[in-house]
């Protein structure tokens, strides 16, 4: 069993930058991908970047690609993404997952364990 556990949202004018962190429990850590996705109100969870278990390889939505930066220290347990030149609609709030990924990194039903989620508002 892996728990995740997000920080680092808040609210930032547009252009700002934030960056979150996913803490995971348990001694597999590098044993999983890791992802991060957003939800906005009435809309569904999307896919915006991940990792994989050593950090070789990453990807991301075409909506933050040049913006956003995913990272994992495997000995902080962590999974980081930094957040630059925030736009209104990056509004949503942000969940880590961890999962063992067989076909697509982008596709949510290969993530086993899910975070609670933090809150990321951007301001116009």
């Known amino acids: 069993q892996v728990q995740l556990v997000e920080s680092g949202g808040g609210l930032v004018q547009a252009g700002g930058s934030l960056r979150l962190s996913c803490v995971a429990s348990?001694?597999?850590?590098?044993?999983?991908?890791m992802g991060w996705f957003r939800q906005a109100p009435g809309k569904e969870r999307e896919f915006v970047a991940a990792?994989?278990?050593?950090?070789?390889?990453?990807y991301y939505a075409d909506s933050v690609k040049g913006r956003f930066t995913i990272s994992r220290d495997n000995a902080k347990n962590t999974v980081y993404l930094q957040m630059n030149s925030l736009k209104p609609e990056d509004t949503a709030g942000y969940y880590c997952?961890?999962?063992?990924?067989?076909?697509?990194?982008?596709?949510?039903?290969?993530?086993?364990?899910w975070g609670q989620g933090t809150q990321v508002t951007v301001s116009s």
């Open positions: 348990g001694r597999t850590f590098s044993t999983y991908a």
């Open positions: 990792i994989s278990t050593y950090g070789a390889s990453t």
């Open positions: 997952a961890a999962g063992i990924i067989y076909t697509d990194y982008g596709a949510r039903n290969e993530y086993n364990y």
